[in-house]
């Protein structure tokens, strides 16, 4: 069987990791894919005034799953309807420690599963005189209930002890208070073991014992800025990868942007974006290839080349070779 894989690099440094991973999925014999391109991001609006061509919206729609790289300026009005388009709800954000490599905190393997379709990315934005601006905040019971329902799945097919629902229901308390209500119906209802946390005491409580913490349900732009502080603990944006979980499609794409400030040297570490292929492997099936290409990447993080961002000189392609020599 061969799956249709929709590849989007976008600009900057996307351009630089799609490739790695698309090299890396067609290293693995076990499983055939046909990999289709499509525009999206600063460069083809400049060219066409559409950040986000239909062409490369029904691509992603018709294929079987899609790989983004990173957009720049243009990115929300990229990965917004991107994830649209994908019917995804679900954002996984795994954020996990390496051997050897020089992490503020060792011993982290927190998993964050973001709402990805409500709360204020909903974009409900008004300026409503000179100088005073408002943003809804939408919180659905039917969102929060299935986020929720896909966070204690996860847990519990990838032995996950701790599962914590973040939240602020004590100043939101309409909007957090029906997520928290929700998502802890959802934990008594599965009888499953779990903690609730206020999100600004949870931040600080990641930085300082983050082995504490395993699933961490987030609503929407919680889970954006805690996962973003769980990549500082582990070494950085270059090694978080994320998937976009929809009923019948998803989306695999780095946390990190287009990194202007590096990108067009060669030098972007590739681990997210191919940590975000094996994410795709998981999904279609081929959990042994994704776990093999996820051993790959930590063997040569350990001991292999390594990019400027790690403290090391090698170069994307120099990272890329090794991860595939060692699979
Ligand atoms: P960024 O993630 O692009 O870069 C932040 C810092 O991390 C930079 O110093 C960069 O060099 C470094 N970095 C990121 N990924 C790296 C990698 N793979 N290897 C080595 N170093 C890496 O975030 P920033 O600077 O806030 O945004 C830059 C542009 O990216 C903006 O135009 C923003 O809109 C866009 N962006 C796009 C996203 C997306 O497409 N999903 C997500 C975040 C930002
Ligand atoms: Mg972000």
Do not use: W
């Amino acid at each position: 069987m061969t799956h249709e894989i929709a590849v989007i690099p976008g600009d900057g440094i996307g351009q630089e990791v799609t490739p790695a991973a698309v090299e890396v999925l067609e290293a693995i014999d076990a499983v055939d894919f046909d990999f289709v391109e499509g525009e999206a991001g600063d460069a083809v609006k400049a060219e066409t005034g559409e950040a986000l061509p239909e062409e490369t919206r029904e691509l992603a729609a018709d294929a079987d799953a899609t790989l983004f790289g990173a957009a720049g300026e243009t990115a929300a009005d990229v990965i917004l309807p991107l994830r649209q388009v994908v019917g995804s709800f679900a954002n996984v954000r795994p954020a996990r420690s390496y051997p050897g490599l020089d992490a503020v905190q060792p011993d982290t393997d927190i998993v964050f599963i973001r709402e990805n379709t409500e709360g204020v990315y909903k974009g409900i934005e008004s300026e409503i005189s000179d100088g005073v601006t408002t943003c809804t905040r939408v919180i659905t019971e039917d969102a929060s209930e299935k986020i929720a329902e896909y966070g204690f799945s996860y847990a519990k097919q990838n032995g996950y002890d701790d599962v914590t629902i973040a939240h602020k229901a004590n100043v939101m308390r309409t909007t957090d208070g029906l997520f928290l209500d929700a998502a802890s119906a959802v934990g008594e209802d599965r009888d499953a073991s779990y903690d609730t946390a206020l999100m600004d005491a949870l931040a600080m409580h990641l930085v300082m014992n983050p082995q504490d913490y395993g699933v961490v349900i987030c609503p929407n732009l919680a889970g954006d800025m805690l996962s973003d502080l769980a990549a500082g603990l582990v070494g950085g944006l270059g090694l978080l990868p994320s998937a976009n979980i929809g009923e019948e499609n998803a989306l695999f794409e780095p946390v990190h942007g287009s990194a202007p400030d590096i990108a067009g040297e060669g030098i972007a570490n590739p681990s997210a974006m191919i940590l975000s292929a094996a994410m795709l492997l998981d999904h279609l099936g081929y959990d042994e290839q994704g776990d093999a290409v996820r051993t790959a990447v930590e063997s040569v993080l350990d001991s292999g080349p390594r990019t400027p961002d790690l403290g090391g000189d090698a170069s994307t392609e120099d990272v890329t070779a090794a991860v595939i020599e060692e699979l």
